[in-house]
């Protein structure tokens, strides 16, 4: 075994973590990813030994559908701030990633820049699992790419399924990224999108698509009037941008600085922070419960039949689920 490999003990990651060692923090990661018993005690002490080292960082979401220019985006804006002094990790969440294979920060050339600045941290999404398994496992990435020192975190997502809500509520602000010629998207938009974002930029304005990026632009911004603000006192700007080329950028920064400052002096960023560790931890109890149940050797005898008669009619779902819970030992309420 080469000496890298070594194996760490606690106080050998703990040290790496917090020293902002990137190769112990990415050890430290595979740790919190890692389905043995054993990686995810040694994780948890990790964790809590950090945590008062986490919860500083600017949190910022990006979504946005494939194509949008989400790692070209990321790699540019990245970039400048790590030229402006801060220190970046990227993170996702991207349940299907394992599944559609090479997706969602697969290939660390998405970021060219980035993925070789010193500055910067790529983590692609961990592949396997449930949503709630996927997002769970970011959670724990990001706390620990702040302990490490990162003042910036990333966390991209594509919006499958419900994973934009997930990115919305473990970050502080939600960016939106659009394509020029919102005409037929807006159509198509899921409206819990937009109110989801804090800020909503239309991408390439530049070249042939800058007119529609425009035009876009001010058909968010009618919509969004429309819309009561997801936090009173923040009107999501709507802006353009063209990340290929750099421009519009600093303003969209510009903007997450003056999100950030109006949640540090109004005193919400604290409850946030307290809000966010409370819904981590249930999210954690429902994900944890499941596996459990779906684990239990006194349920799995009877899934099969029970689905079955599901499926067939045979059984009532209601019944069907008493009969499981019951298994569990879960009571039937009154
Ligand atoms: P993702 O799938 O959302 O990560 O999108 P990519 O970053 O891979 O970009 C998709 C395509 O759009 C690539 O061919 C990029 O070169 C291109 N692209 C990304 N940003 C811009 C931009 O600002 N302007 C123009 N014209 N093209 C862009």
């Not at 970021?111 to 699992?129: H, K, N, Q, T, W």
């Not at 010629?181 to 042939?208: P, S, T, Y």
């Not at 303003?251 to 960023?269: D, K, N, P, V």
């Not at 239990?296 to 039949?305: F, H, N, Q, S, W």
């Amino acid at each position: 075994m080469s000496p890298r490999r070594r194996e760490l003990g606690l106080e050998d990651y703990v040290a790496g973590v917090v020293g902002g060692q990137r190769a112990v923090l990415a050890r430290a990661i595979t740790l919190v990813e890692s389905a043995n018993p054993e990686h995810q005690r040694l994780a948890g002490a990790v964790l809590a030994r950090v945590m008062p080292r986490t919860g500083s960082a600017v949190r910022v979401g990006i979504t946005g559908v494939p194509g949008v220019g989400k790692s070209t985006f990321i790699d540019t804006f990245g970039s400048n701030l790590t030229a402006a002094g801060h220190r970046v990790a990227v993170l996702a969440v991207d349940p299907s990633s394992g599944v559609s294979g090479g997706s969602i920060l697969g290939d660390k050339t998405r970021m060219a820049r980035l993925a070789v600045d010193e500055r910067a941290f790529i983590r692609p999404s961990p592949s396997a699992g449930t949503l709630g398994g996927v997002a769970s496992r970011t959670r724990e990435t990001l706390l620990l790419c702040e302990a490490a020192g990162f003042d910036v975190v990333l966390v991209e997502t594509m919006g499958v399924g419900q994973s934009e809500t997930v990115v919305a509520e473990m970050t502080d602000f939600f960016l939106v990224l659009m394509l020029p010629g919102a005409g037929d998207e807006l159509q198509g938009i899921k409206r819990g999108l937009l109110e989801l974002a804090h800020l909503i930029a239309v991408n390439k304005a530049d070249g042939e698509t800058e007119p529609a990026a425009r035009l876009a632009a001010s058909q968010y911004a009618g919509a969004l009037r429309y819309m009561r603000p997801r936090e009173s006192g923040w009107q999501p700007p709507v802006l353009t941008c063209s990340a290929r080329d750099n421009r519009g950028l600093d303003e969209i920064w510009e903007a997450i600085r003056a999100h950030r400052e109006q949640l540090e002096s109004s005193g919400r960023l604290a409850a946030r922070r307290r809000e966010q560790m409370l819904r981590w931890m249930w999210a954690m109890v429902d994900d944890e419960l499941r596996s459990a149940l779906r684990r239990a050797p006194r349920v799995r005898a009877l899934l099969e039949t029970i689905e079955h008669q599901v499926r067939d009619g045979s059984l009532p779902p209601s019944v069907g689920a008493h009969r499981i819970l019951e298994a569990f030992g879960v009571e039937k309420p009154d």
